[in-house]
């Protein structure tokens, strides 16, 4: 794909302000402010949105380990101030290209005091938000950093209601069910921290371009309950981040909407990261995929070798034949290497040697043959001191059967002990086998991985992650309520895809687990496939509950990559409706809680002249708990003066293809789309 990259710096200009002078940088709509001071030498920020207060006054700065702390005071030495645009092209994503408009300051200060170190500050003001970051330029006398504190402070002039996951605690998974309160009532969160103010307007914390550094978590100061102070991952030692000068911090991002659907549009974070690396992304494919999986947890199949072995030649070929026949374009398979009997024990993990009941060599050719992308495996139970042993060993090994994408897995606790999923050694680690992976043309989904910052634009390799609690925890665990998928997208989506492995048709998967089910409908799941965006998307049900599925018919039409998306309507943890095009179909998927929703949609947004909209919908009498199979599936005509009118079940949703007219069509008579409405209903 090729990828232009137009950068116009509008202007610049420079000036050395008065130390007390404020300096207020806007949004290029002017919508809003960012204050910048030095209140007796002490760098602050604020924030004002459509001139209503949102941050007040915060500071900034960094405690080292072993010299003094660099707050300040300080003196202006220089500031530049420039207004960035750039339209670039994304490899993959939601749309075929993205525009980015920012006005940037960089301010250059220097110590008053001795030893008069120097400190930069960015920020970089958005119509859709705010970000900044620090720069330890080189300097005498300033080699080694070892940072304990970054002392950023977020003041939130306004309390409001937030959907948050813990984070001080949880240095190790993000898998965990969000959390809704006021946000003065969180004690510490992982981000993005998702908030709405009293006063209506939709932010969302978090953080772009994690490179070298620690992963920031959040936590809220003792004294005042709506300040909220970067807290940093530790390393076992304690110290925050290892490095050295010249170092730039990731980006401290707040995303700034008047509606929750604002969020999701905004690409802040992306625009946040460095272009694209990789010459050569002919390698790079977006795609669906099945796999041996599921099956796993549902204890239908063992990663183990045995009786009920999933990962066999014959069964990985089935699978294979089963995605070749239904447009899929990638089978994974888990639990295909020696090692997995002895989880957990030093050296189990043997990335190089399949089980002998599994010929890698003749299912990759089969695959090939098949027009089928294999896609392999390596878990390292977090082992990350094992496997970084065999690293290059592993890449090389699936290089040489040509073997382009794989799924990584980190479950348990980080070896060496003490270090955590989101400190620095491990967003090194993550970031060293993203470049490793590209150097072998191979692609990643990662799981347990350190959340996304955007670094998928810079490594289109990196594509997609888990980071969340997916859908394995219907396995095996009380669940994911009907209202997880709803606050997803406007929280853990925001930093990136997500590989949550939608698509399950089976959906009490009694004859396996009687105890265990999914919290949704039939048709939901259909929907998740386009709202929980990611450009390697699982159908993650055993191939045997697809056969003879008319609902299987949408998966087998639907695309994964996209040249433009719709966010038609959201609320956070309730609903949300978001349509996406490629080339001249579009999907919509929408989804509600565990309340029914009567939906309308305005066709004009997405329709140009007559089109066909195939529906897969709950019926009228379909409801996640006790009846969650009915799904209405009808072919409608579709006009620009058309409005959808469907109703979501509780915990339920709809998907729709919407195509051009067939031939054979353009000559019939066919039913309008004001009819769904009614079909449904006489489904009951
Ligand atoms: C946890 C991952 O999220 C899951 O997808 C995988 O099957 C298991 N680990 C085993 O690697
Ligand atoms: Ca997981």
Known sequence: MNKTLILIILFVYSCKPEISNNIVVTSPDDKIQVELKLDQGMPQYAIQVDDKKLLKSSALGYRFRDQPDLVGPFQLVNSNTEMIEEDWEPVWGQEKSINSLSRMIKLELRERLVPHRQLNLYFRVFNDGVAFRYEIPKQVGLDSLFIIEELSEFRFARDGKSWWIPGSHAFDSYEQLHKVSRLSEIDSANTPLTYITEDDLYISIHEANLTDYAGMTLKRSRSDSLNFLSNLVPWPDGDRVKTSAPMRSPWRTICIGRSATDLLRSRMILNLNEPNQLSDVSWIKPMKYVGIWWGMHINKYTWVQGDQHGATTENVMSYIDFASEHDIQGVLAEGWNKGWEAWGQEGALQLTEAYDDFDIGAVVEYAKVKNVTFIGHHETTANVAAYEHQLESAFAYYDSLDISAIKTGYVGAIKPSGQFHYGQWMVEHFRRVVQLAASHRISLDVHEPVKGTGIERTWPNMMTREGARGQEWNAWSEGNPPDHTTILPFTRLLAGPMDYTPGIFDIRFDRYKPDNKIHSTLAKQLALMVVLYSPLQMAADLPENYENQPAFQFIQDLEVDWDETLYLEG??????????????????????????????????????????????????????????????????????????????????????????????????????????????????
């Open 571 to 684: 609320e956070i943890g309730k609903y949300v409706t978001i349509a996406r095009r490629h080339g001249s179909e579009w999907f919509l998927g929408a989804i509600t809680n565990d309340e029914a929703r009567e939906l309308e949609i305005a066709m004009d947004q997405m329709v140009r002249g007559d089109q066909v909209a195939e529906c897969y919908v709950d019926t009228e009498d379909a409801h996640w708990d006790n009846n969650p199979y009915p799904i209405w599936i009808g072919s409608y005509k579709v006009s620009p003066s058309d409005t959808l009118k469907a109703r979501l079940a509780p915990g339920g949703g709809m998907a729709i293809r919407l195509r051009p007219l067939t031939e054979e069509e353009m000559g019939q008579k066919l039913v309008s789309i004001s009819d769904l409405r009614q079909d449904q209903e006489a489904r009951e």
